[in-house]
């Protein structure tokens, strides 16, 4: 049996794995989830699913990561009422509202009271959950200007995309990847990128949500210990990292089914995942998104493309959330060995 909507790959050691003995939680040590804006709506039920059902029984420690609205997913995961706090999410995400030509300071605002009200009172559990590691990734600006302006910004990024589409490392001259998390050791092994691993408080854990979701030329920098950090999609957007973990695997419930590095290799043609081979993706099929509102993933560009009519795109997004269930249908199908083995790519 086909699955329609959803699709499944999986790297090379992952795909034997799964050939050999199916998709089991138990064999799941890091749930990973992307940079990407308004793309996560599809995959809401999904998350529930994995909440109420398949990762529910999980016995081992599980490593949940991401940047940016990967990073507040996998922060939901983490709280002391999950399904809650992805409800708030969801809610308080869908019905953001902005004026016309909103300010930073205004999509700043607007996100730290998202955050915040997803956030709840999950700060203690989360910091101290054993079985729930978080991971946040943040980029640490290591050249700060005094006065960051529209124009020194888009220098500032401008010069940071020429280079990286030449070469992934010479990020690292411009930005620091900061891993923000409750595990006492990293998750992530060298990749060549300057890296650091910070304990996550209860000082930390609020900016470094917001932090991570900071998008240059559309909010402010979130100020941590005196240095100004962005958007942890700059550096991973698609998370490729070479995990600490054996030969357990990694989920990976994503929007496509490739991996890009970095920010600005979205559309560069010759970059894409080299650290996959533990990795198990899962992702819409192109007639679930000829299925969704406008033909297409929701996006950042909605907001412009329903700037005057917000009731609108409120609308377009709680369908496309709402047509996730079609995904979870497929996943539940996939548990089942034969239709994996018939479905199952490899990367």
């Not at 996560?40 to 994995?50: G, Q, R």
């Not at 101290?128 to 302006?149: A, Y």
């Not at 917001?210 to 100020?223: C, K, T, V």
Request: glycine residues 6%; positive net charge.
């Amino acid at each position: 049996m086909k699955t329609k909507h959803l699709h499944i790959k999986a790297g090379e050691k992952a795909y034997a794995r799964l050939m050999e003995k199916g998709l089991q939680p138990k064999d799941i040590k890091v749930f990973a989830a992307a940079a990407g804006g308004p793309k996560w709506i599809i995959l809401y039920h999904l998350d529930l699913y994995m909440m109420q059902n398949f990762l529910k029984e999980h016995e081992q420690p599980i490593h949940f990561i991401g940047a940016s609205i990967g990073a507040w997913r996998s922060m939901t995961y983490s709280h002391n009422d999950p399904v809650e706090a992805m409800h708030r999410l969801s809610y308080e995400y869908i019905h953001q509202r902005y004026s016309e030509d909103a300010s930073w300071n205004e999509v700043t605002e607007g996100c730290r009271k998202l955050i915040t009200n997803t956030l709840g009172n999950g700060t203690q559990h989360i910091l101290s959950n054993t079985q729930r590691k978080l991971h946040i990734q943040v980029s640490q600006d290591l050249n700060t200007f005094k006065t960051n302006t529209n124009r020194n910004l888009k220098y500032k990024f401008g010069k940071m995309f020429l280079q990286h589409w030449l070469y992934r490392k010479s990020i690292g001259k411009h930005l620091k990847r900061l891993t923000f998390s409750n595990a006492e050791q990293t998750l992530i092994l060298d990749d060549g990128i300057a890296s650091e691993l910070v304990l996550l408080t209860e000082e930390n854990l609020l900016p470094a949500l917001r932090a991570s979701g900071a998008i240059p030329l559309i909010m402010e920098p979130i100020s941590i210990d005196g240095h100004d950090c962005w958007d942890g999609g700059i550096v991973d957007y698609h998370l490729d990292f070479k995990y600490d973990i054996g030969d357990k695997l990694v989920l990976y419930p994503h929007f496509f089914g490739y991996i890009k590095p970095g920010w600005f290799d979205k559309k560069n043609p010759f970059r894409f995942s080299k650290h996959h081979h533990n990795t198990v993706l899962i992702y819409p099929s192109p007639e679930f998104v000829q299925m969704l509102p406008n033909q297409k993933l929701t996006d950042l560009k909605d907001f412009y493309a329903y700037a005057k009519e917000p009731d609108e795109r409120i609308k377009v997004w709680l369908k496309a959330r709402e047509m996730g269930k079609y995904l979870v249908e497929d996943f539940e199908k996939l548990l089942n060995p034969e239709t994996l083995r018939e479905n199952l790519q490899q990367f």
